[in-house]
């Protein structure tokens, strides 16, 4: 096909392929590489397009890691290699994390990162929340029309989708009006995890 094609054809189609190959390298680097090297690898391929020497560009404190572990700053670590934002969301002042997983073959476990706060009743999240003694949000009973994320949202839960997972019930099960959901499995005692899918 290239014997046919007009040389100023090959000219731009070598121009648009090339630009398509650096715009992919780019589009993955923030994947395969520390935060600080985005900067500098990404300003040597500026520079390279350009003609000029390859010089390093030096990483602006926006991109540099808040701490030697690697950690964007306004993150925090939940655990698990998961960080998420934080500051909170909304009405809320910190996220909360809901994490569950297994290791080493293990049976799978959940726990709750952060402290529950109910930010107060909303639409899809008109339940009842239900406390421990010492004033610990444990459980929430369905109203009808409550969604998992209106639920997460009320109480702060960064993933409120995994409510459903939480509870033993795959993400697409609808919840019911008058069930009670675990929100904080360490606040409920005899809390057993039931990881509604196949392992």
């Known amino acids: 096909m290239l014997d ?34 985005v900067a500098s690898v990404a300003g040597g391929l500026t520079s390279s397009l350009a003609g000029t020497d390859d010089v390093a560009a030096t990483p602006s404190a926006s991109v540099a890691p808040a701490d030697p572990n690697g ?15 934080g500051e909170g969301f909304g009405d809320c002042t910190a996220p909360a994390y809901i994490h569950m997983g297994s290791q080493d073959g293990q049976a799978p476990t959940a726990s709750l990162f952060g402290t529950l706060v109910d930010t107060g009743v909303r639409e899809f999240a008109a339940g009842t929340p239900a406390s421990t003694d010492d004033g610990r949000i444990a459980t929430y009973t369905v109203a009808p029309g409550d969604a998992p994320a209106a639920i997460g949202d009320r109480f702060c839960i960064y ?20 069930q009670v959901l675990v929100l904080d499995p360490a606040a409920v005692p005899g809390f057993i995890f039931d990881y509604p899918y196949d392992q």
């Open 4 to 37: 046919t094609m007009k040389p100023s054809a090959k000219i731009i189609a070598g121009v648009v392929c090339g630009a398509v190959v650096v715009g992919l390298a780019a589009m993955t680097v923030p994947a395969f590489a520390p935060l600080g090297a």
């Open 159 to 178: 993933n409120g989708l995994s409510i459903t997972t939480l509870n033993g019930m795959p993400g697409s099960t609808a919840i019911q009006p008058g």
């Open 71 to 85: 950690l964007p700053a306004g993150y925090i670590d939940v655990g698990n290699g998961t960080w998420i934002p």
